[in-house]
């Protein structure tokens, strides 16, 4: 009888640029067949079942999130990266493809994203 750890399960949203990174990620590094990915579309009700499956588990749920081992669970890409990336042994530095994602379109949405906020609040404040 063989003992096999199970697989990290990741929970993607559709069109969300964190979960796209996670998936760069796992491209690049080779690893799509060493997890479980559900992917969702956005307010559909496999979103709702997804979010009343993890909220017990993440002390604020946001996507992606993932049960990396049997009851440890995490909701930051980064953090999810991180632990596939020790997982794997693969430098993060060496994948090209995912640096230039982060460096590029993720750098400039998240900077747009900031500013967007920023107006908002000012916008709600006058």
């Known amino acids: ?4 750890t199970p697989k990290p399960i990741l929970y993607l949203k559709q069109n969300c640029p964190f ?5 760069l ?47 440890h669970y995490a909701a ?9 990336a020790a997982k794997s042994g693969r430098e993060i530095a060496s994948m090209p493809v995912y640096r230039n994602y982060v460096e590029g379109p993720f750098n400039m949405a998240m900077t747009l994203w900031k500013e ?3 107006l908002k609040k000012a916008a709600s404040a006058a």
């Open 76 to 84: 930051e890409s980064d953090d999810i990266i991180a632990f596939l």
């Open 1 to 4: 009888m063989t003992h096999t």
């Open 25 to 71: 990620y796992l491209l690049e590094a080779a690893m799509m067949e060493d997890v479980k990915i559900r992917d969702f579309a956005p307010g559909t009700q496999q979103e709702d079942d997804i979010r009343a499956e993890l909220i017990p588990h993440l002390a604020r749920l946001s996507f992606p999130a993932a049960q990396l081992e049997p009851g």
């Open 116 to 118: 967007n906020q920023e």
């Open 19 to 23: 979960c796209l990174k996670v998936r």
